[in-house]
């Protein structure tokens, strides 16, 4: 096995190639595959997965390691539970020993197995349009053809790792986990292998799978209806108004709109935060299928609710990491430093934060949802993978004296392990945008545009946040006119900007776009820096708790590894679900105290490495960017001593 993943490896790298998006379509993106288009103008489009290419950094070296776990699951393993549901697996005396099964949420007695199935077909369907590399296109393939098979053999276009039974049992509102959210993400793993892989018998599926949702789901009640949604479903309504404008047929939009969950959606309609305690994750997908009924119909009161709703979300219920919930749950946010728990952040729920953010960056090119977009990437993405092991985190936890708790290869398969293959391979997604006047540059990571409508290369070559400059380089055969939209962000002030060694005038504001309008040649270069500064920010209920920040930069104390016992920082596989339940043995009386000048932040904290950020407070405590921080036991909302 060793040997084969190090081939695989050896197969990616010489296929390199650009980065991608998972599981959602964004306006902009492969418009020659959709019968139903975009209908409302956008302030800014997605560039193509083959458009932007990573250069190597601290992004490029997560996506690596992502790579090298996904190709190492062997497809049968995957298909295993898809092909004992469906009667289709054959082996020697039954093939108990032939397949080592998945275990976790992915056992054969768990109801949300083939979730990860799903996930993986997003997650290799963008590693092949990322990287041209045969093994992912292959492994993509093969997972395919393999549920054609288990589809063929139900015979109705029925597919999942689960018996349709559940489905019946969320039809009469009987106890059960959560199928069609399984469901949902295999709907968008098969669109995307499509999409992103042109992988044909993939739709060809995914469209047996909506006529079969249809027949299924037409005849019922509107009582039924009500009672089976209140059982979380992900963002299947997503996947049907995909499937609508791939495709175009009305039916897969009546899906949609069956999805429709009234008391969720309803006060967000109507501008009112009824968020109370529900389960954080349950709620942030169905923003998502509102966003993209919003593009696909025109429908207004779909882009205001989704706007409410990311504003909600940011002022009352994120946490400084740009991370949501506690538990999984909202929260009063009149508590919020009583939540500042080992428990806090899902994941999932940051991940789909950010694909809300990308719809929304769409519709209005805000500044601010790209400094959004910027703090939950770098805080909580980023740091979710050890980078020891490439295994990752469910929660990131922000009670003083926790530590991350990582999944495990063979015992996990959480959700957060499923949205985390896809999350380290998409890291490229939001650099760059663009519209009729030009180009938005708006996260500062090493990559190459290629701009092909324009004939352009844009290279950006830059150490942040270690270095407060990012360079752009130009090439092209032919001069160009159009318009460099730089990024202001609101965290930084006193931007220099300069073109070809020349500076230029910066009359812009913190929180907003820098423009410069010229004829561009080849060989053009701009160069960009933002002074970073240490700053506080506040719970919301309690000035004297705060996070360190260094720029955009969550900076939390270093503490040790003190009580930590084996497996910590591993999850325990013997016990159930321990993320949840987790013990971290806090020792007593560890430094959680940061004293504070407000006039003259740097006799506080200062940086001790020029080469990456590494901070010393004045009583000696080590401080690094929280998603270093790996391992150990950490700090992050600080007991304030002015």
């Known amino acids: 096995m060793k040997r084969k993943v190090l081939t695989m490896w050896a197969a990616f790298l010489a296929g390199w190639g650009s980065m991608g998006f998972a599981q959602s379509v964004y306006p902009g993106q492969y418009e020659e595959k959709f019968n139903v288009k975009t209908c409302v103008p956008m302030a800014a489009e997605c560039f193509d997965l083959q458009d932007v290419r990573l250069l190597p950094s601290r992004f490029r070296e997560n996506m690596e390691r992502d790579s090298v776990w996904m190709v190492s699951i062997a497809t049968d393993r995957l298909l295993h539970s898809f092909r004992t549901t469906a009667g289709v697996y054959a082996g020697r005396e039954g093939g108990y020993m032939a397949v080592k099964k998945l275990e976790g949420w992915e056992s054969l007695d768990c109801e949300l197995r083939g979730h990860t199935t799903g996930h993986l077909l997003s997650a290799y369907a963008l590693m092949y349009a990322a990287t041209g590399s045969e093994v992912f296109r292959l492994k993509g393939d093969s997972l395919v053809s393999g549920l054609a098979e288990v589809q063929q053999a139900h015979g109705n276009g029925y597919l999942s790792a689960f018996p349709e039974e559940l489905i019946n049992r969320n039809i009469r509102a009987t106890s059960v986990w959560a199928p069609w959210y399984t469901l949902h993400k295999i709907f968008s793993g098969l669109i995307d292998q499509y999409v992103y892989a042109g992988n044909r018998q993939a739709l060809d599926i ?24 209140r059982n979380e479903f992900g963002g299947i309504n997503e996947s049907f108004y995909n499937l609508y404008a791939l495709t175009g047929d009305e039916r897969y939009r009546w899906l949609a709109c069956f999805f429709y969950h009234n008391e969720v959606i309803d006060p967000l309609k109507e501008g009112r935060d009824e968020l109370g305690t529900k389960h954080t994750n349950t709620f942030i997908p169905k923003v998502l299928a509102e966003a993209r009924r919003y593009e696909l119909e025109g429908n207004v009161g779909s882009k205001s609710l989704s706007t409410f709703f990311w504003d909600t979300m940011l002022r009352r219920h994120t946490f400084a990491p740009g991370c949501s919930s506690d538990k999984e749950h909202y929260f ?18 940051t991940y789909n934060m950010l694909k809300l953010s990308r719809h929304l960056f769409c519709w209005d090119a805000s500044p601010q949802v790209a400094d959004y977009y910027e703090r939950a990437l770098y805080n909580h993405i980023l740091g979710q993978q050890d980078p020891q092991t490439g295994m990752v985190a469910y929660f990131l ?5 926790a530590h991350k708790v990582y999944s495990t290869p063979e015992n996990s398969f959480w959700c957060c392990v499923g949205s985390g293959f896809e999350s380290h391979a998409k890291y490229a997604e939001s650099i760059y945008y663009h519209n009729g006047e030009g180009l938005f540059v708006n996260l500062f990571i090493p990559s190459v545009l290629d701009w092909k409508e324009k004939g352009m290369k844009v290279r950006q070559e830059t150490r942040f946040p270690a270095s407060e400059t990012t360079v752009l380089t130009l090439s092209m055969a ?7 939209r730089l990024r202001y962000p609101s965290w930084s002030k006193d931007v220099q900007v300069r073109v070809n060694g020349k500076r230029v005038k910066v009359r812009q504001q913190p929180g907003s776009y820098i423009a410069i309008e010229r004829e561009w040649k080849d060989g053009d270069r701009i160069e960009a820096t933002y002074p970073m500064h240490l700053t506080l920010e506040s719970a919301p ?14 900076l939390a104390g270093a503490l040790g590894t003190e009580g930590m016992l084996p497996p910590a920082p591993d999850s325990d596989p013997s016990k159930y679900n321990d993320y949840y339940t987790y013990d ?7 430094p959680t105290g940061l004293k504070w000048d407000a006039g003259h932040p740097e006799n506080s904290v200062q940086r001790i490495s020029e080469d990456g950020l590494r901070f010393r407070t004045a009583d000696g405590m080590t401080v690094l960017p929280l998603y270093d921080v790996h391992r150990q036991r950490y700090v992050v909302y600080w007991d304030i001593k002015e």
């Open 397 to 401: 936890p922000l009670l003083s004296g």
């Open 332 to 349: 009063d946010p009149a508590q919020f430093s009583k939540h500042i728990s080992g428990y806090t952040g899902e994941t999932c729920c």
């Open 206 to 229: 995914v469209k047996r799978m909506g006529d079969w949702a249809y027949t299924k789901l037409k005849p019922l009640s509107e009582e039924t209806r009500r009672k089976m949604i």
């Open 478 to 484: 032919e001069p160009v006119r159009t318009t460099f």
């Open 541 to 554: 209920n309690n000035p004297h708790r705060a996070a360190l920040l260094y720029g955009p930069v969550v």
């Open 584 to 590: 971290y043995h806090i020792p007593e009386g560890l």
